[in-house]
């Protein structure tokens, strides 16, 4: 059974840092797209950043510059460092992986930016 743990969500300032972590329960992880998105309230769930099996990277604009993804593949974990929080960075926080036609979902973290 696959299983996403999201942990690092948090309430912070604007202008914060906060880490978020994933570790997944997947064999050969190394081989999964890994990816965060988030879904404020009244939106719809956007891709923030993926990582491909290769090491390369996406972000959406709004976060380039700002959030880095990384990943782990000896102890199967995704991880997205966020800089210069913004309010409008409010959001829960999903992992997700994907290989092929495979796809699996975190419950979820909350982060919330505000002073």
Request: aromatic share 10%; charged share 15%; hydrophobic share 30%.
């Amino acid at each position: 059974q696959v299983q996403l743990v999201e942990s690092g969500g948090s309430l912070v300032q604007p202008g914060g840092s906060l880490r978020l972590s994933c570790v997944a329960s997947i064999s050969n992880f190394r081989f999964y797209t890994m990816g965060w998105y988030r879904q404020a309230p009244g939106k719809e769930r956007e891709l923030v950043a993926d990582i491909l099996s290769g090491g390369s990277t996406n972000y959406v604009d709004s976060v380039k510059g700002r959030f880095t993804i990384s990943r782990d593949n000896a102890k199967n974990t995704v991880s997205l460092q966020m800089n210069s929080l913004k309010p409008e960075d409010t959001a829960i926080y999903y992992c997700y992986a994907a290989r092929g036609a495979s796809g699996y979902w975190g419950q979820g973290t909350q982060v919330t930016v505000s002073s």
